[in-house]
């Protein structure tokens, strides 16, 4: 597993102008892919506006953004191989294990503290024309697989607002 510092680096690569991260964690992300439990190593970002995840693979990356106005719980836990956290947001758990790098008490301090609130960062309002792209490109993802319909569906609701 890579250097939470380096990884932390490229991650922050991928977050919006002037969005600043105030706590880290490295560990192994549950997630689904396709309908099959996976695990991806990375870190997840505590920031100004939401929380983020990064993962390096070898031919690219992935990456997760969940805005805390959709968390609605936040637990955390420690047993034998490392600290645990999870979340739901927007009716998906998240949940990152194995945790042992990072600054776990200013995560869980920042999210606790942020969790069901808007982002304080101005949000640029997209065009009708901007939104109907996007959500051609999420169903070009989905028809070649690489997005689930259940996927597809949550991202085309959060371009809808609805």
Do not use: C
């Amino acid at each position: 597993m890579a250097n939470i510092k380096k990884l932390v680096a490229l991650a922050s690569q991928h977050l919006q102008p002037g969005e600043q991260v105030h706590a880290s964690v490295m560990g192994a992300y549950e997630t689904k892919i396709m309908g099959q439990d996976t695990l991806r190593n990375g870190v997840f970002l505590a920031t100004d506006r939401r929380v983020f995840f990064y993962g390096k693979r070898m031919f690219g990356y992935n990456s997760e953004s969940f805005p805390y106005s959709s968390i609605s719980s936040f637990d955390a836990g420690k047993g034998m191989l490392g600290k645990s956290l999870s979340f739901f947001a927007s009716g998906n758990k998240v949940t990152m294990k194995w945790i042992k790098t990072g600054d776990f008490q200013g995560f869980m301090d920042k999210v606790q503290s942020s969790v069901g609130k808007k982002s304080a960062a101005p949000e640029v309002a997209a065009s009708k024309d901007d939104v109907a792209d996007q959500i051609k490109k999420l169903a070009d993802l989905r028809d070649s697989g690489i997005l689930t319909e259940e996927e597809f569906s949550i991202k085309k609701k959060q371009l809808l607002g609805i």
